[in-house]
């Protein structure tokens, strides 16, 4: 006779989540570090840890969008720390990653503009939390955004504005200064695009003119 198979605890779920979540951001860590010792390139090497670790672990999965965004996010992190730590240049890291995101959203079926914005806030938040610039962060994630559009055929203009509307949301949660710091290199125009972020509720624009 077949058994029902009891859910696990949410408190076991969390600590496999967690185990997980660190294998894969030092999964995406070593293989950029070695990618940028052995070719040099940044960028290059963040786009084949996107292509190598979301592509691979979720083509042909059935539960794609359970997975697609945690996996994502982890790779993103993991590519911020492999490139801070050999000192690499974190706007090109964003670059890449965006790049590298965009075209494996297309392969799995998410949602390519969705994937931008979730992207860039997590490229400016791990930026900050590793002590790199999160302008140049916030930069590189556009012009990923921009190149990736035009690549796949999205709206370029609208993921510009969702790569800066999310690196501010990210900026707004660290400090004033990183918010400022982002929306000097997210407004006017991009690579041929004209950038138009969305400020986020409360930011320190909101309050500055509320006083």
Avoid: C, W
Wanted: glycine residues 12%.
């Amino acid at each position: 006779m077949s058994t029902k198979r009891k859910p696990s605890s949410p408190a076991a779920q969390e600590q496999q989540s967690s185990s997980g979540n660190r294998s894969v951001v030092e999964s995406v860590m070593n293989e950029i570090e070695g990618g940028i010792r052995g070719a040099g390139s940044v960028a290059g090497a963040a786009v084949d840890a996107v292509s190598n670790t979301v592509v691979k672990t979720l083509e042909g999965s059935r539960d794609v969008g359970e997975h697609a965004g945690a996996l994502m996010a982890d790779t993103v992190k993991g590519v911020v720390r492999g490139s801070a730590s050999v000192g690499s240049e974190i706007g090109d890291a964003a670059h890449g990653v965006m790049i590298g995101i965009l075209r494996s959203s297309k392969q799995i079926g998410v949602q390519a503009l969705d994937a931008v914005g979730t992207t860039s806030r997590t490229l400016v938040a791990e930026t900050a939390a590793v002590g790199a610039d999160v302008g140049s962060a916030a930069r590189g994630a556009i012009r990923g955004a921009i190149d990736a559009a035009r690549e796949i055929g999205v709206d370029a203009e609208e993921a510009a504005a969702r790569a800066a509307s999310g690196a501010l949301e990210a900026a707004a949660t660290v400090s004033v200064r990183a918010v400022e710091a982002v929306r000097d290199v997210a407004t006017g125009t991009i690579d041929g695009v004209k950038v138009v972020a969305r400020e986020p509720f409360g930011s320190s624009r909101d309050r500055s003119r509320a006083s």
